[in-house]
């Protein structure tokens, strides 16, 4: 195979040291194509440019996901979020200045669709061969779209074939380690080095014989009568995000069958340490879930490294396991595939999603399907309660500003498709017909296809107040704990839902809940905390927050803003989350926000971990 320009960045295994200028360099380039000759050399110039820029764009990416293993052995959680932030904006960041260059340097290329084939024309071959093919095609798909961004005109979600030639070794992206009756302490150890940190652990010893037990009791492995397993299988890499860092691997059982492990590890100024042990499909689900910030992986083959995702949580459609690696366009191309995958295998239509009708989008999805969509309306129905409407541009960018958080494993993340048509036979007509009525700036026509200006797809959830008309007690009383989770987490990315009521909130098949409905969404620092307590019943003074300007949040109120009708489950919420009802706990996380502090987050429960939590007082 070709040395690509990501082969030529790579220095020992490691990418050279980069900086955001190298995208700017690339970009000035497009300045050439004014100065073409004729239109064939402004073709090549601009097939060349586009491809350039592509290249700076996949290079940074890698240089990131080792920047982000440097953050976590510095102990720079601040440093890695704001890695993940340039991780998810670098593709869309370039992209819109390609195309503004392009509009300035090759105005022709926005009406004419026969130019900008030729274009492609020349680009195709520039990187046939490449591993990232498929991802240079999708890249220069992008640039079209936005080129057309003020058109009616569709650009198809696509990419081409991943392009390893038939003959290629193939790729391994993990460590295999042989089998045994039952986890060691000198297997785990080796399980441990796979990573290759520099920091060193506190203390690996412990730590090994801890997760060694833990391991064999999950899954019953004494030794002596069970079967043990056939090998284990290590990424050759650890995933990174945020404070924490994770080694994830697959056991090879005895029938052939494979069962996750997942060791997620912290550092604290001792060194480097095993925080938990999941074994459970449901932990990986939630901790693995686009919900939370892209991990950071220094694998570059992400084909492979999503099928081995895929290979140990098989609900979760493989779309979704490339976006959680940080390739989220080829997850969109994917997600986009997969839908019409689901309507021609099921037969089903979209129709109006199962719950409360949103007041400012219209939802929609298959019974089949594992996604909900949702379109802008025009103006919100008369149920809105936020004021004067600020637009659809200012809800998009809401729903933009959640894919580019962390979303703390409690919002769903948002793939937000532009210029896309789908096949009016898709839809029920009643739901085309309010599409075409009440969303009408966002979607129009075309003979057989509906287009979209703007689409937003989500993970479907059950919203809460549907979930808890028929769930089990316990599952009832596990979903309301996990809703007062949900609002911490938030609370730590600087998220503030102003509309707390109930049915904003989605549980998964796992009970793990998720904001999913984002036009009340506000930073938690802009947010004044006041209250109400202390009151006598009765005074008829208005108290002094009601002439204050701005979103004023008074937290004992919250459990009623929550609309819990069942009031054991309001007494519940109440008792396991009594800190979210006064101001105390609000105004702690707005000042460690307004310092550039890191809150912690729950993206696992408890019982998973070793041993109870260490505090480093140095840190958040």
């Known amino acids: 195979m070709a040395r690509t320009e990501t082969d030529r960045t790579i220095i020992g295994g490691k990418p050279r040291p980069g900086h955001h200028a190298d995208v ?4 000035d380039a497009f300045g050439r194509i004014g100065l073409a ?3 064939e050399e402004a073709i090549q110039l601009t097939a060349e440019c586009i491809l ?10 890698r240089r990131i996901t080792w920047q982000a293993k440097t953050a976590f052995e510095e102990l720079n959680p601040a440093d890695s979020l704001l890695l993940s932030r340039r991780r998810l904006t670098i593709y869309s960041d370039t992209i819109h200045e390609i195309a503004a260059r392009l509009h300035r340097a090759f105005p022709g290329l926005v009406g004419d669709e026969a130019l900008w084939q030729e274009v492609e024309a020349v680009y195709f071959p520039l990187v046939a061969g490449r591993y990232e093919e498929d991802l240079a095609i999708a890249y220069i798909h992008s640039v079209r779209r936005m080129l057309y961004q003020d058109e009616w005109k569709p650009v198809e979600y696509s990419f081409g074939t991943p392009s390893r030639a038939a003959n290629s070794e193939p790729i391994t992206v993990f460590r295999e380690l042989p089998g045994a009756r039952c986890f060691t302490p000198e297997l785990v150890t080796e399980i441990l080095k796979v990573p290759g940190f520099s920091r060193p652990f506190q203390d690996m010893e412990t730590d090994a014989e801890m997760a060694a037990r833990r391991l064999n009791r999950e899954f019953d492995f004494d030794g002596e009568r069970s079967r043990g397993f056939r090998g284990i299988h290590i990424v050759n890499s650890g995933f990174y995000r945020n404070r924490g860092a994770y080694v994830v691997g697959r056991i090879v059982m005895a029938d052939g069958g494979y069962k996750l492990i997942v060791l997620s590890l912290e550092n604290h100024t001792g060194g480097i340490f095993v925080d938990a042990v999941l074994t459970s499909e449901a932990d990986a689900h939630n901790l693995f879930s686009s919900s939370l910030a892209n991990f950071h992986v220094t694998i570059p083959h992400y084909h492979e490294l999503a099928a081995f995702l895929h290979s140990i949580m098989p609900r979760r459609p493989l779309g ?3 976006s959680t690696i940080g390739f989220n366009h080829v997850g969109k191309v994917a997600v986009a595939q997969e839908l019409e995958r689901e309507l021609q295998s099921s037969g089903d239509v979209f129709d109006t999603a199962v719950g409360f009708r949103g007041t400012v989008a219209i939802g929609f999805s298959a019974p089949s399907s594992d996604y909900v969509l949702k379109v802008i309306r025009n103006e919100p129905t008369e149920q809105y309660k936020w004021g004067a409407f600020q637009g659809i541009p200012s809800v998009l960018e809401k729903y933009s500003r959640v894919h580019e958080i962390n979303r703390t494993g409690s919002m769903l993340d948002n793939l937000i498709y532009y210029n896309i048509r789908l096949n009016a036979d898709w839809f029920a007509p009643e739901l085309r017909e309010e599409l075409l009525a009440e969303a009408s700036r966002t979607v129009t026509r075309q003979g057989d296809f509906l287009v979209f200006k703007h689409l937003i797809v989500q993970m479907k959830m059950s919203p809460l107040p549907v979930f808890l008309e028929s769930a089990s007690r316990e599952d009832a009383r596990t979903a309301i704990v996990n809703l007062g989770h949900c609002i911490r987490n938030n609370a730590a990315a600087n998220v503030f839902n102003r509309d707390l009521d109930g049915r904003n909130y989605g549980v998964s098949p796992y009970l793990k809940v998720y904001l999913f409905d984002y036009d009340a ?19 008829e003074d208005v108290a002094d927050w009601f002439f204050e300007d701005g979103i004023v949040f008074l937290p004992e109120e919250i459990d009623v803003g929550l609309r819990i009708p069942d009031r054991e489950l309001r007494r519940l919420f109440r008792e396991a989350h009594s800190e979210l009802l006064g101001t105390a706990y609000w105004q702690g996380v707005q000042r460690a926000l307004r310092q550039g502090l890191v809150p ?4 696992y429960p408890d019982e998973a971990r070793l041993r109870p939590r260490r505090i480093d007082h140095s840190r958040v």
């Open 52 to 61: 350039g820029v592509f290249d700076v764009y996949h290079a940074e990416c």
């Open 600 to 603: 912690r987050l729950r993206v």
């Open 37 to 39: 000759w004729d239109r």
């Open 320 to 322: 979704l396991h490339y």
């Open 24 to 27: 700017a360099a690339a970009i």
């Open 521 to 539: 969404v506000e930073p938690l620092t802009d947010i004044k905390v006041r209250t109400n307590t202390g009151r006598l019943d009765g005074e």
